[in-house]
């Protein structure tokens, strides 16, 4: 809010460099914002898929988990007044990576009711199998 206060101060002031030198930085400060919620959400979604792959089943939750996932992500991601995407299919992916030593951290102590380790369910899973359906998920949301 601050920055916004700002904003309105050097535009009054007639110090237009300044002020678009803070519109960027607002930009980018919504952007981060945007990339964060993604990789939440996406850290939510890869544990529910580590969690059905690693004990070969499924709960209705955990469906249900998933797709509200993907629904937040689609959201959050949606440019809504100029259409398309803030983060495009390689970012997404990249989203992925930094999320899943969280999301596999979490299905540890959730997955075979937190009796294995992390090692454990990373050698029960093809990882990148997971990471793909993800993204193919995710993908697959967009263009719903």
Same mark, same amino acid.
């Given at each position: 809010?601050?920055? +916004?206060f &700002?904003?309105?101060s050097?535009?009054?002031q007639?110090?237009y460099s300044?002020?678009?030198?803070l519109v @960027? %930085?607002m930009?980018e400060?919504s952007?981060?914002?945007?990339?964060n919620?993604?990789?939440s959400?996406?850290?939510i979604l890869?544990?529910?898929?580590?969690?059905?792959h690693a004990?070969?089943?499924?709960?209705?939750?955990w469906d249900?988990?998933i797709?509200n996932? +993907?629904e &937040?992500?689609?959201y959050t991601?949606?440019?809504?007044k100029s259409?398309?995407?803030?983060?495009?299919? @390689? %970012?997404?992916?990249g989203?992925?990576?930094?999320a899943?030593e969280n999301?596999?951290?979490?299905a540890?102590a959730e997955?075979f009711?937190g009796?294995?380790?992390e090692s454990?369910?990373?050698?029960?899973i093809?990882?990148?199998a997971?990471?793909?359906?993800?993204?193919?998920?995710?993908?697959e949301?967009q263009l719903?």
């Amino acid at each position: 809010m601050e920055e +916004l206060f &700002e904003l309105r101060s050097h535009i009054e002031q007639g110090r237009y460099s300044k002020a678009l030198s803070l519109v @960027g %930085e607002m930009e980018e400060m919504s952007r981060d914002d945007k990339i964060n919620k993604v990789r939440s959400h996406t850290v939510i979604l890869l544990l529910h898929l580590i969690k059905q792959h690693a004990e070969k089943r499924t709960t209705r939750s955990w469906d249900i988990s998933i797709r509200n996932s +993907l629904e &937040e992500i689609t959201y959050t991601n949606k440019r809504r007044k100029s259409g398309g995407y803030y983060l495009r299919k @390689g %970012e997404i992916a990249g989203a992925i990576e930094e999320a899943w030593e969280n999301a596999l951290r979490y299905a540890s102590a959730e997955a075979f009711e937190g009796s294995r380790t992390e090692s454990e369910i990373a050698e029960m899973i093809d990882g990148k199998a997971i990471k793909n359906e993800a993204l193919q998920k995710i993908l697959e949301m967009q263009l719903k």
